[in-house]
């Protein structure tokens, strides 16, 4: 390999070519396409196919799946239930949330933009609407969201139960931009809810974990559409680390990504502007030259570091321009499992650094990059940005590696600076742990209680994050 022609964009290293680094060189996998299972074969014995989640780190049996098609579908499937249910989305959360040997209910036929308010821009959406696809009616109509995730194939409905966000000082997460719930009980009863109506419940139900009943719809508040410039660079790692409060505060948008046992940092940054599009990207053969890195740093995991460091040294500043879902959606073709847990901000600095000295120091074998984003605070209970804005950090491993040795050695890192873990992600922590970072845990106990007496909205998962008290 010319290790002299070694150089690649940001979407590439981070987005698509970082992810497939390992890939050629792990135990039982194979660059071939695996063959389509039989659909009769993948049945289980009651004749309901399994479910899976996107990644594969969680998987399940259940007795039955149901796709209401319309809201009074749903009420009365729920009415007349019996058993426990679990409802999913776009099946991207990491952690149990989902799984269930009873009935599973997909919200996917609940899709599409209801409405646009014209006085207050809010927007009436399906809950089980990707945010992918909002993008395009809203701008058609002149609006665009707030902020959003870069990844855009979520379910609003599981992307608000899990506080799922993207970046920026002074924006929220997906939840904290609701001013509207719909929501159908255990018992298939329709119950709304906003700061104006069932306010108690609207503080729960922002940030559910999908334990309090169906969101069928949701309003959300948008803006005037707008476009943004993307800037990208490779700086040193203590130069990052310094610079990481400056930056968050000059720009609408500031993230880093930190590659393990590299001295670099790539910062990241969206601001609006008036800019024409950029015209779109190329694709290059970057995934082939990190296989060949990859063949390199198996035979060769002493030149690791090296290897890294040289890779993250040639990537050239990048910008782009465009819509703002364009620019703010990325792509994830190679799949991967997560741990993330938000910090006070003020601690993010000085959590990643010690994330990465443990890294180095005990010469843990990852290359998957780690993403760092802000986050503003808000409201919501059981939310990770509660009461105080927050510096979320995202750890990640291939699909098919071990990251359970990963995660355990770095999560008490995550603890030793009050971090709260992103409840669709994957962490350790229990009813007692969880109940000590969240001063309104009680309260949301309580609701729940109310809507659910039976627990019937409760897999074993749940049980144990809300504790005998639920």
Same mark, same amino acid.
């Given at each position: 390999?010319n ?5 690649l964009s ?5 987005k698509?070519a970082?992810?497939?680094?390992a890939a050629?060189s792990v135990?039982g996998?194979s660059s071939e ?8 074969s993948?049945?289980g014995?009651n ?5 899976s989640?996107w ?5 399940c ?10 809201e009074?579908?749903l009420c009365?499937?729920l009415?007349r239930?019996?058993g426990?249910?679990r ?6 959360s ?7 040997p ?21 927007a009436?959406?399906?809950a ?9 009616p ?11 995730p ?7 409905a599981?992307?608000?139960a899990?506080?799922?966000?993207g ?9 904290s931009?609701?001013?509207r719930? +719909? ?17 108690d419940?609207f503080?729960?139900?922002r ?10 719809q ?10 943004? +410039?993307?800037?990208t660079w490779m700086m @040193?790692l203590?130069?990052?680390l310094?610079?990481?409060a ?6 609408r ?6 590659l393990?046992?590299?001295d ?5 940054t969206?601001?609006e502007?008036?800019? @024409? ?7 290059n053969?970057?995934?082939a030259? !990190? +296989?060949?890195?990859?063949?390199i740093i198996d035979a060769l ?8 460091n !040289?890779?993250a040294g ?6 782009r321009?465009g +819509?703002?879902y364009?620019?703010?959606g990325?792509v ?5 499992n997560?741990?993330e847990y938000?910090v @006070? ?5 000085a959590?990643?650094a ?8 005990d010469?843990?074998d990852?290359? $998957? ?13 059981l939310s990770?940005? $509660?009461d105080?804005?927050g ?17 355990a050695?770095?999560?008490p ?9 992103h409840?669709?992600?994957?962490h350790?922590?229990?009813a ?9 845990w009680?309260d ?7 809507l ?10 749940l049980?144990?994050? !809300?504790?005998?008290?639920?």
């Amino acid at each position: 390999m010319n290790l002299s022609k070694f150089r690649l964009s940001r979407r590439d290293l981070l987005k698509t070519a970082a992810l497939s680094v390992a890939a050629n060189s792990v135990v039982g996998c194979s660059s071939e396409a695996p063959e389509a299972p039989d659909v009769q074969s993948a049945l289980g014995e009651n004749g309901v196919l399994p479910w899976s989640n996107w990644s594969g780190n969680q998987s399940c049996q259940p007795a039955r799946r149901e796709v209401p098609r319309t809201e009074e579908a749903l009420c009365e499937l729920l009415k007349r239930s019996t058993g426990r249910v679990r409802f999913v989305g776009s099946s991207h959360s990491f952690s149990p949330l989902v799984p269930t040997p009873d009935m599973l209910v997909s919200l996917a036929a609940l899709r599409g933009v209801i409405s646009v308010d014209a006085q207050t821009g809010d927007a009436s959406i399906w809950a089980g609407t990707r945010l992918a696809q909002l993008g395009e009616p809203l701008w058609e109509q002149g609006r665009g969201l707030i902020n959003q995730p870069d990844i855009d194939t979520q379910a609003l409905a599981g992307a608000i139960a899990t506080s799922t966000h993207g970046t920026g000082a002074t924006l929220g997460s997906m939840s904290s931009d609701v001013t509207r719930i +719909r929501l159908v009980t255990a018992h298939g009863d329709i119950v709304e809810c906003s700061h104006d109506q069932n306010e108690d419940l609207f503080n729960a139900a922002r940030t559910s974990f999908g334990a309090l009943g169906a969101v069928s719809q949701v309003v959300v508040r948008t803006r005037a559409s707008y476009k943004l +410039r993307e800037r990208t660079w490779m700086m @040193p790692l203590q130069e990052g680390l310094e610079r990481a409060a400056q930056l968050r505060d000059q720009h609408r948008h500031f993230e880093m990504y930190a590659l393990p046992h590299c001295d670099y940092i790539q910062g990241i940054t969206l601001d609006e502007t008036d800019a @024409p599009d950029s015209p779109p990207g190329v694709l290059n053969n970057a995934e082939a030259e !990190f +296989r060949k890195a990859a063949k390199i740093i198996d035979a060769l995991p002493f030149l690791r570091s090296l290897i890294i460091n !040289f890779a993250a040294g040639s990537v050239d500043p990048e910008e782009r321009t465009g +819509r703002s879902y364009r620019i703010l959606g990325n792509v994830r073709n190679m799949r991967f499992n997560e741990m993330e847990y938000t910090v @006070p901000a003020e601690h993010g600095p000085a959590c990643l650094a010690e994330i990465l000295d443990t890294i180095r120091r005990d010469d843990i074998d990852v290359i $998957f990059p780690l993403e760092y984003r802000y986050v503003q605070a808000d409201d919501i209970w059981l939310s990770p940005f $509660f009461d105080r804005p927050g510096c979320a950090i995202s750890c990640h491993n291939f699909h098919d590696r071990d990251y359970q040795k990963y995660f355990a050695a770095i999560e008490p890192i995550f603890w030793k600076y009050q971090g709260r873990p992103h409840p669709g992600k994957i962490h350790t922590l229990q009813a007692k742990q969880l109940a000590a970072l969240y001063p309104r845990w009680d309260d949301f106990l309580r609701i729940r209680r109310e809507l659910d007496p039976k627990g019937r909205l409760l897999n074993d998962h749940l049980q144990q994050v !809300f504790g005998a008290a639920a």
